[in-house]
């Protein structure tokens, strides 16, 4: 467990915060707000708590009202809350429990057992972090999988679908890679995926911008609200991103350095394209590209 994890305490009593401080203090940094107008005024700062310890009986914002609102932020809404409370009625803690709570103790309470609680549920939070990550990124290249590609492309559509926008794909693929990996190595050829990964990732700057492995030395860029000439201006720069890092490939046709093709896409307003549909029309530029010679944009 990271000593260093930090834990909001919310209570109106001076007293309890104190006496749970001097227990938790040596393992965790304590943060600590008075009443919940703080604690969610807190919670605005960049430096958010790995776990919060909730009273609910409190002047002005209540427990219940604090928590609402953290589960209705998207930047709050993992973090684990634990109630500490001394309403002891099995509808409140019911309650707390729907409103997203991890665990309800009640007042009063013995410190060594929020502490014990509070350890189980960090070291959970840990768990499921890794998962999600483990889920979501690809293991080499540390950027968004195929899995994740999927879901944002999916998520995107959809937006455009809503407010009439435009979207663009670019599907990227390292040229020769095989060829590589003959010449220089697997281990190689891995430490080329992650400089390309980190080249294309540089490409983008917008907030919407993403870049994902899309397969074995294939990468995948969404652009929303991003037209055909754009995507287009992305994708050289992306094609000459990768090339300025100057990775020798004496056994490419193409180039002495290792390059990629790129197919473009672009979803306009008012069409129905689904997913799948605009997939296979970057593959087919992709397909195209390599044609053409590779180390090129086709749209
Ligand atoms: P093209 O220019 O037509 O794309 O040729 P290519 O050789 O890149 O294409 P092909 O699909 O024939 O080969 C892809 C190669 O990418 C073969 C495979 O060994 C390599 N590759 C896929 N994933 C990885 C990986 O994770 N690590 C390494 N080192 N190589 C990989
Ligand atoms: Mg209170
Ligand atoms: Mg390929
Ligand atoms: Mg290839």
């Known amino acids: 467990m990271d000593e260093f ?11 309890n915060i104190k006496i749970l401080t001097e227990f938790l203090r040596d393992d965790y940094k304590i943060m600590a707000a008075k009443d919940g107008e703080t604690a969610i005024t807190a919670l605005t700062k960049s430096t958010l708590p790995d776990l919060i310890l909730l009273d609910i009986m409190m002047p002005g914002i209540n427990g219940y009202e604090v928590i609402k609102q953290l589960k209705s932020n998207e930047r709050t809404r993992e973090i684990p809350v634990i109630f500490i409370t001394a309403l002891d009625a099995t509808d409140d803690e019911s309650l707390g429990f729907e409103m997203g709570a991890v665990d309800y103790i009640t007042k009063p309470f013995k410190p060594v057992i929020v502490k014990a609680r509070l350890k189980t549920h960090l070291q959970l939070k840990q768990k499921t972090d890794l998962l999600d990550r483990l889920a ?24 455009t679908l809503r407010n009439g926008s435009l979207l663009s794909l670019l599907l990227m693929d390292i040229d020769h890679f ?17 400089k390309v990964a980190l080249a294309l990732k540089e490409v983008i700057s917008r907030p919407g911008d993403f870049v994902a492995r899309y397969g074995g030395e294939e990468f995948a860029m969404i652009l929303p609200e991003t037209d055909l000439k754009g995507a287009i201006h992305i994708a050289r ?6 090339q300025r890092l100057c990775i020798p490939h004496a056994t490419s046709k193409v180039s002495k350095y290792l390059s990629i093709s ?38």
């Open 5 to 15: 994890n930090r834990i909001l305490i919310v209570d109106d009593e001076r007293q």
């Open 136 to 159: 979501s990124f690809d293991g080499l290249t540390q950027i968004p999988n195929r899995r994740n590609f999927d879901m944002v492309l999916e998520k995107e559509i959809g937006k």
């Open 178 to 194: 095989k060829k590589f990996n003959d010449n220089y190595g697997h281990i190689e050829g891995d430490a080329c995926l992650k």
């Open 237 to 242: 720069q992306a094609q000459q991103s990768v």
């Open 262 to 299: 790129i197919g473009v896409a672009t979803k306009l307003s008012g069409k129905k394209d689904n997913p799948i549909e605009l997939t296979q029309k970057a593959d087919t530029a992709l397909y195209q590209a390599k044609a053409n010679g590779r180390n090129c944009v086709v749209s």
